[in-house]
C-alpha cells in the first residue's frame, strides 16, 4: 500500500510537471511565431504573379489557370461584401 | 496407423490452443472492424492479419526465424517504423492554419490532460487485484491519450513493450471512433451560443514562414527537449521537404509510397504482438477502459482551455475547435466542424480546428519526450 502511494505521489508530480512542461513549450512556440515568424512574412511576403501581359495578345486568355487581374477582381469584390455583411 | 498420427500431428486442429483460437478471433474481429466498418483500415487489416497470423500452431511466426520476428524486430522494437510514418505524417501536414492564429497551440497543450490524467488513472488501477503497472507501463499506456498512433507505438515500444499489443489496438480503436466519443463531451461543455461563434477569417502565411516554422520547432526540442527529437525531427524533415519545395519527389515518396510501406509492416508487426500469453488478461481490459478515458479528458480539457480563451482573447474562439487539440488528425478537425455546423449551418470551422488538429500532434509528440525523459 505504502509502494502505491509512492507510485499515486511519482504520477501526480509527472502530471504536474508534464503539463507545465508542454504548456511552456508550446507557449514558447506562440511567441516565436508572433515575434519572428509574423513579422518575417511582412518583410520577405510571397512574389506577387505580375500579370504577364502582352499587348498585342489581350484577347488570348491564358489557358493556366486564372489570370492574376481577375482574381484580384474577386478578391477585392469578396473582400467588400464581407465588410458591408458584417456591418449590417 | 503411425503414420496417419503423425500426420494428423503435423495439422493445425491438433495444437490449437484455446488462447490461440480466441486470438485469432480478436483478429478476425479487427479485420472485421476495418473492412466492414472502415475503422483505420489502414493499420487495423494488417494488425488483424497479423494477429491471426501470429497465433497459427506450428508456424512460428513470431519464434526467431519468424517473418514477423523480424518484422518487429527490425522496425518496431528499434522504433524505426513509427519514426518513419512520422516522417510521412509530417509532409503530410500543413502548419498554415496553426501559424495563422498561432494561440491554438495552448488548445493542443491543454488537450494532452488526457494524457497525463490518464497517467494517474492507469496508477489507480493497480488497487484491483491482477493488475500491476509500474510507472513505465503507466506512460505508455497514457500516451493513448495522444490519439497519436506512431506516438503511441513508439513509446510503447521504448517502455512497455509488452503492453504494446494492447496499447496499439486501443489506440487505433479510439482513433476511429472519435466521431462517436467526442461528439457528446463537446456538446455538454458548451451551449448552443458558444458553438455558434463564428471565427474570423486566418491570415495568408507566406512560404518563409511555413519553411522556417519546422526549423524554429526543431530548434525549441533541441534546446529543450532532446529526448523528443527523434518524434519532433522526423516529423519536421517530412514538413520541411514539405514545404521547402525544392524536394517534390522526396515529400511525394515520404507521404505515399514509403509511408504505406511501413504502414504495411507496422501493422503486421504490431499484430505480431497479439498473443494469448500477452493479449488475455485483466491488464488489456484496464487498458481499453484508460483509452478511453484518455480520449475523453482530453477533448474536455482542449474544450474547456478553448472557453477560457474565448473570454480573454480578443478576437471570437469557437470552443469547439479545442476538441481537436487531441490530434487524430483530420477526423478531429472534422468533428468540430460537423458539430459546429449542426448549430450554425453557416459556420465551417475546418480550418479553424486545424490549427489546433497539428498543435496537438506537436503537444502530444512533446509530452511523449516529457515521459520518455523522466521515465524511461
Known sequence: MENLTQLFIEAGTLMLVGMVFVYTFLGLLVLIINKFLAPLAKAYPDPVLQPKRKPSTTKTLSTEGVSPSVVAAISAAVSTYRQQNKKS | ???????????????????????????????????????????LLPMGFGAILTNIPLAGFTEAGGLLHYIYEVGISTGVFPLLIFMGVGAMTDFGALIANPKVLLLGAAAQLGIFAT?????????????????????????????????????????????????????????????????????????VDERKIEMEQLRHVTKVEKVIFPLAVLLMTIFFLPAATPLVGMFCLGNLMRESGVVDRLSATAQNELINITTIFLGLGVGSKLSAEKFLNVETLGILALGAVAFSIGTAGGVLMAKLMNKFSKTPINPLIGAAGVSAVPMAARVANKVGLEANPHNFLLMHAMGPNVAGVLGSAVAAGILLALVG
Do not use: C
Not at chain 2, 4 to 13: H, K, R, Y
Not at chain 2, 28 to 33: F, K, M, N, P, R
Not at chain 2, 123 to 135: H, Q, R, S, W
Not at chain 2, 156 to 182: D, F, N, R, W
Open chain 2, 1 to 43: 496407423m503411425e503414420l496417419l498420427n503423425t500426420l494428423w500431428l503435423s495439422t493445425g486442429l491438433a495444437h490449437f490452443e484455446f488462447g490461440q483460437v480466441v486470438m485469432m478471433s480478436v483478429g478476425a474481429i479487427l479485420l472485421y472492424l476495418a473492412i466492414v466498418r472502415n475503422f483505420e483500415p489502414l493499420l
Open chain 2, 119 to 191: 497517467l494517474f488513472g492507469a496508477i489507480a488501477l493497480n488497487v484491483i487485484p491482477g493488475i500491476e503497472f509500474t510507472l513505465k507501463d503507466a506512460s505508455a499506456i497514457a500516451i493513448i491519450g495522444g490519439a497519436d498512433g506512431p506516438t503511441a507505438i513508439f513509446l510503447a515500444s521504448k517502455l512497455a513493450p509488452e503492453l504494446l499489443g494492447a496499447i496499439a489496438v486501443a489506440a487505433y480503436s479510439y482513433m476511429a471512433l472519435v466521431p462517436i466519443i467526442q461528439p457528446p463531451i463537446m456538446r455538454a461543455l458548451t451551449n
